[in-house]
Nanobody, 120 residues
Framework: QVKVVESGGGLVQPGGSLRLSCAAP????????IGWFRQVPGKEREGVSC????????YYTDSVKGRFIITRDNAKNTVYPQMNRLKADDTAVYYC?????????????WGQGTQVTVSS
């Protein structure tokens, strides 16, 4: 299984932006579609965005459409969700994982995640 490492989380004010990163040391991430998910305590993990292995197809959950942009740099073996106009409801631990984007089906190993807190 592909083992991923998330980074880039932190504290940001409402309306601000943050860019997360998903890397997979020792694996060729370009071979996989990658999904980003988030979870808050007491709730199920939610699919947020997903990008095909080539980067030409992207998926977003309705609540982030128009605010989040997912891209990838296969030369750097990294996937980046750019999160803009952040809201308090975006506060969560964010995870990346190998995913079948069309069905939001995950099949890889979950990483530790990265905490995003949106607060003034």
């Amino acid at each position: 299984q592909v083992k991923v490492v998330e980074s880039g989380g932190g504290l940001v004010q409402p309306g601000g932006s943050l860019r997360l990163s998903c890397a997979a040391p020792g694996f060729t991430l370009a071979d996989y579609a990658i999904g980003w998910f988030r979870q808050v305590p007491g709730k199920e993990r939610e699919g947020v965005s997903c990008i095909s292995d080539s980067g030409d197809i992207t998926y977003y959950t309705d609540s982030v459409k128009g605010r989040f942009i997912i891209t990838r740099d296969n030369a750097k073996n990294t996937v980046y969700p750019q999160m803009n106009r952040l809201k308090a409801d975006d506060t969560a631990v964010y995870y990346c994982v190998t995913t079948l984007c069309a069905s939001w089906t995950t099949y890889g190993a979950w990483g530790q995640g990265t905490q995003v807190t949106v607060s003034s």
